[in-house]
């Protein structure tokens, strides 16, 4: 959020001509999946010095026309220039197809956010295996590879985000010792996870946008966000090849002694394609254009971003999302490095 924030705030990034006036910044990333969303807020103005922290708001949600929820709580979350943003969390459903808009009231300043959730596009299949890869030592290692299956809803161009989140635990499965005292007992959870995973997209070319200019190897543009298009699919189907390493697959434990404690390791991965607008879309690609190398060159104009807040600046992007749940077979060990994934 903070980043959005200071993206859409800069200065080259609005026109320096104004007489003083203030006006909202919101930013959020909304999902019809979840059921608590979040919404940053801070006053801003057209110069950084204009930057103030709210003092009072009120968040209104409406769905179809009706009241879906709302807060008028403020939670400090990071500081921006001179100003404090604040979250404002509130409880609100929401479905595909639904017009949803946001209003905010704060220090008598009012803007408004409008948004069709979009339509899901599922995830058809994952099939996996163990494939071998060179390190940067130049070593082979083992990692995971996932062929991610997708599918395109047609009719439309399409904007889609792929994530990865990781569930695991582990319990006591057995003892090899003679006196346990000071052992946690059989069945006791040692270790858990649960936590978005990143991957490499490097052998997906719908996902490596990688751009080296001067043919130094340096990244200067990186699709960390891992967002693409349907331009190469349309109103068809794609496998996205994709690889996780063995150490993003390990659950931590506190209690580790190797040939006298068993446990066994439970994991699960959901694999998530995100849908949204394009206006979503070139937000987050123009968040990460900036975030590179590529940004500093005096050859590439800046970029200006999309604003959805109507009355205010900023972009609170709605979208919707389709899991397909990965479970890995269980596995007992005494091995609490990760070296037990393989």
């Not at 006036?21 to 204009?50: C, P």
């Not at 946001?102 to 596009?121: C, N, Q, R, W």
């Not at 979208?319 to 596995?331: E, H």
């Amino acid at each position: 959020m903070l980043l959005a924030l200071l993206s859409v705030s800069c200065e080259k990034m609005i026109t320096l001509d104004g007489n003083g006036e203030k006006f909202i910044i919101a930013n959020g990333f909304l999902s019809s999946s979840d059921s608590l969303h979040t919404v940053s807020v801070v006053k801003g103005g057209f110069r950084m010095r204009d930057f103030e922290t709210v003092q009072s708001a009120k968040l209104q949600c409406f769905v179809n026309g009706e009241p879906a929820g709302g807060t008028d709580s403020l939670v400090e979350a990071a500081s921006i220039y001179f100003a404090k943003i604040s979250k404002m969390i509130f409880k609100a459903r929401f479905n595909p197809g639904d017009e949803v808009k946001i209003e905010i009231d704060a220090d008598g300043l009012h803007s408004e956010i409008k948004e069709t959730v979009p339509m899901p596009a599922p995830v058809a299949s994952v099939d996996t295996a163990v494939v071998l890869r060179r390190d940067s030592d130049g070593n082979m290692i083992r990692v995971f590879h996932l062929g991610v299956s997708v599918s395109d809803r047609p009719g439309e161009g399409n904007y889609y985000r792929l994530l990865m989140r990781m569930q695991g635990r582990a319990v006591v499965e057995s003892l090899e010792v003679s006196d346990p005292d000071g052992f946690p007992s059989v069945g006791e959870e040692i270790g858990s996870r649960d936590e978005s995973i990143s991957f490499d997209n490097s052998e997906e070319p719908l996902l490596n946008k990688r751009v080296d200019m001067f043919g130094d190897g340096e990244n200067y543009y990186d699709n960390k966000y891992n967002i693409f298009t349907d331009a190469l699919f349309r109103d068809g189907s794609y496998r996205l090849s994709l690889l996780v390493s063995m150490y993003d697959l390990s659950v931590p434990v506190r209690f580790y002694r190797p040939g006298q404690l068993y446990m066994k390791v439970s994991r699960k991965i959901t694999v998530s394609l995100v849908s949204m607008n394009r206006d979503n879309y070139m937000y987050l690609d123009d968040m990460q254009f900036e975030d590179s190398s590529l940004s500093d060159s005096s050859l590439v104009e800046e970029m200006p971003y999309p604003s959805n807040v109507q009355g205010g600046r900023g972009f609170v992007g709605i979208s919707s999302r389709s899991d397909f749940v990965l479970n890995l077979r269980d596995v007992v060990t005494d091995d609490a490095y990760g070296r037990y994934t393989l």
